[in-house]
Nanobody
Framework: QVQLVESGGGLVQAGGSLRLSCAAS????????MGWFRQAPGKGREFVAGISGNGVNTYYVDSVKGRFTISRDNAKNTVYLQMNNLTPEDTAVYYCARRNAVLPNVSWIGTYDYWGQGTQVTVSS
């Protein structure tokens, strides 16, 4: 059983920054692509960013490119999401997830098998 625990959410003003962390249990963390998703009130869960097991390849939704950075520390079994220049449109519950597929579309939610409980990010204008 894999457990993912997010932290780092909070309330921030527009233009501010937050760093989310996701700590994972298990001994094979480095074997898996990890992703961050978010879900705003009344909307579906959307892909935000992904990172390959070795950290070499990263993927972003267009709306966060240049503002968000995903990274990982395999020695600590942790994946991060650095979020800069936040806007009210970034307000959502943010989830990390483990991908368990070799299909090419990293943003496809159906390829993720374990999820954290989520952390709230609220950006005020």
């Amino acid at each position: 059983q894999v457990q993912l625990v997010e932290s780092g959410g909070g309330l921030v003003q527009a233009g501010g920054s937050l760093r989310l962390s996701c700590a994972a249990s298990g001994r094979t963390f480095s074997s898996y692509t990890m992703g961050w998703f978010r879900q705003a009130p009344g909307k579906g869960r959307e892909f935000v960013a992904g990172i390959s097991g070795n950290g070499v390849n990263t993927y972003y939704v267009d709306s966060v490119k240049g503002r968000f950075t995903i990274s990982r520390d395999n020695a600590k079994n942790t994946v991060y999401l650095q979020m800069n220049n936040l806007t009210p449109e970034d307000t959502a519950v943010y989830y990390c997830a483990r991908r368990n597929a070799v299909l090419p579309n990293v943003s496809w939610i159906g390829t993720y098998d374990y999820w954290g409980q989520g952390t709230q990010v609220t950006v005020s204008s």
